[in-house]
């Protein structure tokens, strides 16, 4: 059987908004670029609800549409229905597990689920996963802490980071995001030290 993979995704919660950024790599086994401009971040429940996903393509399909059944179930209730998604893998209810990974946040909540039943709300307001996960979460975390980015420009740098070291991540960046900053400021870069002239 053929496997079709690959991917980064990356997640910030900053100031009242939310970004998740996705490249657009999808692998066939472990040597051929079979598509590079997959799209795996989306807006779902009438765009209240962004998510991106990681790991095989049709476990990554199943668990986002999974999701969006138990969203609707719950009206958008986004911790409820993850929980409720959680608990149907625990109970065996739908027969397998899936090799694949998610985020998803509304304006209040992020939440990173797997298709083994597992919820998890990351510390930190940052979070990554798939096959450069490790990368663009070290780039993100370093960004927020040393800069003063939005939410957006730190999880699409944090992807651009991962896609130069990672063979299974590119540079086909798509950025979904969700809430409202109170105070748009721009975006400085703290580590650009000014000269006093």
């Known amino acids: 059987m053929i496997e079709f993979r690959g991917t980064t995704i ?6 009242g908004v939310t970004a998740i950024a996705g490249d657009g790599q999808v692998t066939m086994g472990e040597s051929v670029i079979f598509k590079n401009t997959a799209v795996k971040v989306r807006r779902i429940y009438g765009g209240k609800v962004i998510l991106g996903f990681a790991g095989s393509v049709t476990d990554a399909f199943s668990l986002t549409e999974k999701f969006e059944g138990m969203l609707n179930k719950f009206s958008g209730n986004l911790m ?3 929980v409720e998604l959680a608990e149907l893998w625990r109970s065996d209810k739908i027969g397998r597990k899936l090799d694949a990974m998610m985020i998803t ?7 990173i689920l797997s298709g083994t039943g597992e919820v998890i709300e990351p510390d930190g307001g940052v979070c990554a996963i798939g096959s450069g996960g490790n990368y663009a979460l070290a780039a993100a975390r370093a960004l927020y802490q040393e800069t003063d980015y939005d939410a957006e420009t730190i999880a699409k740098k944090a992807l651009k980071i991962a896609s130069e070291i990672c063979v299974f991540t590119n540079d086909n960046i798509r950025c979904e995001k969700v809430g409202e900053s109170e105070n748009l400021v721009p975006a400085i870069d703290k580590s650009k030290k000014t000269e006093v002239k």
Request: net charge positive; hydrophobic share 40%; with cysteine.
């Open 10 to 15: 990356c997640a910030v919660k900053k100031n």
């Open 80 to 82: 409820r229905s993850a």
């Open 105 to 111: 946040a509304d304006e209040n909540t992020l939440l």
